[in-house]
């Protein structure tokens, strides 16, 4: 795992983005990070359009609101934050774009942002914002459609880890990281891996299950060998998110750790099946 010493939190002061800061501010805290709160701020284009607007009125109304967002940011969880060492910035432009292009050229180790979003972000569900920093960012990005429910309670702790793998290309650079996280926490950790069924039936597809559970429990263990991990690996047949999130679900994980950025697989392509894992995740994602 690189690095976490700088923790980026995308900020729309929605209740989800209130409950992925105590999951950024949970993190930096063990890590001693230094925790950066972003605001993108969009340009008056993206709301306005086409809207009969005189250029004076944009004007002041922009300039209005870029210092309501400045003093907001400044006072977003103030109180909360006060040990963690953190900084505040509001950029201009689209947000996806910004997220990524800042988390890249300051190094962080990092990306925790919600789903979904409110204000300026209402119709930026997953597949938009998320999806594009999911899709374009380098470093891992933790997310998961859970994190409103933070904003209520303290972070679940993480003492069950659940490790995804494909063995696609990702796969050891999801588990070495999940290792990783393994160590820090103390926690246990399974590493699951979803089994694609035959087309044929009867026999001939009982023995090809059988040797292709062989086949695959070979590659987990040696994938588990070469990342230092302790962990149980289970083998299940089915639809990956079902398998994944089910398994999450009956272990009460406090993390899902995936790989992403691969086009072979069982998992696929990130707009298929990861997309479904962090929806229906019932703890938080790291895709790495």
Not at 2 to 15: G, N, Q, R, T, Y
Not at 212 to 221: C, F, I, N, P, Q
Not at 272 to 283: D, L
Request: with cysteine; proline share 5%.
């Amino acid at each position: 795992m690189k690095s976490l010493a700088k923790i980026l939190l995308p900020v729309d002061f929605s209740e989800r983005s209130l409950g992925a800061a105590r999951y950024a501010k949970m993190l930096a805290d063990h890590f001693h990070s230094e925790l950066t709160l972003l605001h993108v701020l969009t340009p008056p284009h993206y709301e306005f359009g086409a809207l009969e607007i005189g250029g004076s009125m944009l004007t002041e109304l922009y300039t209005n609101r870029a210092a309501q967002v400045e003093k907001e940011l400044e006072t977003f969880l103030a109180g909360e934050l006060a040990g963690t060492e953190s900084q505040r910035v509001v950029l201009e432009g689209d947000p996806a774009r910004q997220i990524v292009e800042y988390a890249h050229e300051n190094q962080a180790g990092l990306i925790v942002m919600p789903t979904h979003g409110y204000g300026p972000f209402r119709q930026f569900i997953l597949g938009s914002i998320t999806a594009k920093v999911l899709h374009d960012a380098d470093c891992p990005v933790w997310t998961g459609v859970h994190l409103e429910e933070a904003a209520q309670v303290q972070p679940v702790p993480l003492n069950e880890i659940v490790c995804a793998i494909d063995l696609g290309p990702q796969s050891c650079k999801a588990l070495e990281w999940a290792a990783a996280m393994q160590k820090e926490f103390g926690a246990r950790m399974t590493v699951v891996h979803a089994m694609a069924a035959s087309a044929s039936g009867g026999q001939v597809d009982e023995r090809w299950r059988r040797d292709m559970e062989l086949s695959v429990r070979d590659d987990l263990a040696r994938l588990r060998q070469s990342s230092g991990a302790e962990a149980e690996l289970v083998i299940e047949p089915g639809d990956p998110p079902k398998v994944v999130c089910e398994l999450a679900e009956r272990r009460h994980a406090g993390l899902l750790v995936i790989g992403r950025g691969s086009a072979a697989g069982v998992f696929g392509r990130l707009r298929t099946n990861a997309y479904a894992i962090i929806r229906q995740s019932p703890c938080p994602v790291v895709s790495v």
